[in-house]
């Protein structure tokens, strides 16, 4: 039956042709194999380019087959990492690129058919007139105090600050307003609104590498830095009291006597909040460095126990010549004068960058007085110093 019912249909095939005493070519052996198409490679950096942003991401792709190799090498035949993706159509380089640089790129692919494509190219780099490095305090993996702002130091003058400022991202846990204030060409800083939370960790990314700068200057490099915040600790002076409150939160944990700076012109103690920024258990207070001089009133002395409060010369520090002042009078050249014992405590229990809030005189803190000044400013003053506004 099956060998019949294939006759017929056989025959019924053949009555259904134009005429035709030919047979009908096998449909196998009529159908000729189309090759395939060429594998194409093209790179995200054009042949012949010059002056190229090296931050500027540097892929090779192949279409229509895959990647064999890809070996990019600079103008000292160094080739530089790169990582090929599972499909292996596209290489994308694993490290930056360098200003100033040549490269030459060179790839292979394969299509289906296992044809060969061979491709190269060839770029050159940006040269910056300067390269701009950013310093960062605190320091990395400190802990620090609630008063203690960002500070970003630019070893060259950065133009075009928004660019600049746009690159640069602080970011706290738990989150905190904040924003960057410039303070010049060369630093700017970020504080929150209000003092640090305790507790808070605190990362930095300055991600400046390859952003320009202006009059042809690019960033150096990208750092990044942490840090924790430590306990909520505020010490609060009114120079007209002669006291000197140290409080942990809102729990007041010591007071003591003190002097401060005798009230006439260049000796008041500075009114505003200070930050705490460096500690020496013995230090020599050296009066021209700040431009009084030993023939005019001026003093090189030897003292224990000095706490930095600000650059521009004022220390909490032990002074046991004027222990009858304090508590009653101010007589100091403009520092916290207190009596070895207060001066050693309260070292040992402040933190850098914890702040000292400074009330009764008539002379502000001021931007003259040292870098840390942020907390002088208003929110708005503050805000005002961004660029990226």
């Known amino acids: 039956m ?43 950096v054009a042949d ?32 530089i990492d790169g990582v090929l993706d599972e499909a292996k159509t596209t290489w994308t380089a694993g490290v930056p690129l360098a200003y100033a640089s040549a490269y030459t790129v060179a790839a292979v692919a394969n299509n289906t058919d296992g044809k060969t494509t061979n491709y190269q190219s060839a770029f050159t780099t940006v040269t910056p007139t300067a390269q701009i490095f950013p310093g960062i305090g605190p ?23 928004k660019a600049f400022e746009q690159a640069m991202t602080v970011t706290s846990t738990p989150a905190q307003t904040g924003a960057w204030s410039w303070f010049s060409d060369t630093e700017v800083h970020w504080r929150p ?5 305790a507790g808070t960790t605190v990362k930095v990314d300055i991600n400046i590498f390859g952003v320009a700068a202006g009059n042809g200057a690019y960033g150096k490099e990208n750092r990044s ?36 700076g005798l009230e006439e012109e260049g000796r008041y103690t500075k009114s505003g909040i200070h930050v705490v920024i460096d ?8 009066s021209t460095t700040y431009g009084l ?16 409060i600000s650059n521009n010369g004022e220390f909490v520090h032990a002074a046991p010549w004027s222990l009858a002042d304090q508590g009653v009078r101010n007589v100091s050249h403009g520092c916290i004068n207190a009596s070895p014992e207060n001066a050693k405590w309260f070292q040992q229990w402040a933190q850098i960058g914890d702040p000292v809030e400074i009330t009764g005189t008539p002379v502000p803190l001021t931007a003259a007085d040292g870098d840390i000044f942020d907390w002088t400013l208003s929110w708005d003053e503050w805000v005002a110093g961004s660029a990226n506004k």
């Open 139 to 161: 320091l990395d993996g400190t802990t620090v105090g609630i008063a203690m702002p960002v500070r970003v130091y630019l070893d060259s003058a950065v133009a075009d600050r």
């Open 2 to 44: 099956l060998g019949g019912l294939g006759a017929g249909s056989l025959v019924a095939l053949s009555a259904c042709t134009t005429g035709s005493s030919k047979p009908a070519p096998d449909e196998a052996a009529s159908s000729s194999k189309k090759a395939a198409p060429e594998a194409t490679v093209t790179s995200s």
């Open 48 to 79: 012949g380019a010059a002056e190229v942003n090296p931050a500027q991401p540097l892929t090779v792709t192949a279409s229509d087959g895959t990647l064999e190799s890809v070996t990019v090498t600079d103008s000292a035949g160094t080739p």
């Open 225 to 260: 830095i942490s840090f924790t915040v430590g306990k909520a600790q505020v010490s609060k002076c009114n120079t007209n009291e002669h006291y000197y409150y140290c409080y942990e939160g809102d729990q007041q944990v010591n007071s003591f006597p003190i002097s401060a």
């Open 279 to 286: 500690k020496k258990e013995k230090m020599t207070m050296d």
């Open 293 to 308: 001089a030993l023939d005019a009133g001026g003093y090189q002395t030897e003292v224990e126990w000095a706490t930095r």
């Open 193 to 197: 609104q209000t003092y640090w939370q």
